[in-house]
């Protein structure tokens, strides 16, 4: 059965990939380790994730790097590509997460951010350089070490910022059946 993207799904998609970018070229802390930051953009995606699922998260990492990485020249596509499995990852991470219903539990956050790690963990740990290595030929202790300092940083991020804005933005929704008619 084939599901299509509402219209809010596809301008949600649209702002996301903006946001994106926005955040990934003015919100991005250096790690010191070179072209490796703490981004801001994962914790984001996250929550677009929570909201939309999956694949409109896949869209929006995708798309949004893509646009991030042409305002300072040429795409990087191994962490492009990367950036749209780990929001797909997000997004199955979430899926039983209704933000939009006001729920956000310390179980629901326990269970996102143990699934979270371990997807930075094997998208920026070893998929990000591996294809690094097949696409660029770069030097595999480099693009490791780069991709190991990238899980960790984006974990914590997403595990702090990520769970932050989700929790606010469950906290300011009208949770299921606490209205009752008079």
Known sequence: MKKEFSVKTIVAIGIGS???????????????????????TYPFLALMAALFGPVPAALVGFIGHTLKDLTYGNPWWSWIVCSAIVGFIYGVATQK?????????????????????????????????????????EPANKVYFQGL??????????????????????????????????
Do not use: C
């Open 18 to 40: 903006a946001v994106f970018v926005i955040l990934g070229r003015f919100v991005s802390i250096p790690t010191g380790v070179p072209n490796t930051n703490l981004e801001t």
């Open 97 to 137: 997460i209704k933000l939009m219903n006001g729920e956000f539990s310390k179980t629901d956050m326990i269970r996102f951010n143990v699934m979270q790690i371990v997807g930075n963990a094997v998208v920026w740990g070893f998929i990000a350089p591996t294809l690094d290595i097949l696409i660029y030929s």
């Open 149 to 182: 300092i990238s899980a960790t940083v984006n974990s914590i991020a997403v595990g702090i910022i990520g769970t932050l804005l989700m929790k606010a933005y469950a906290s300011r929704q009208t949770k299921k059946g606490s209205l009752k008619k008079d």
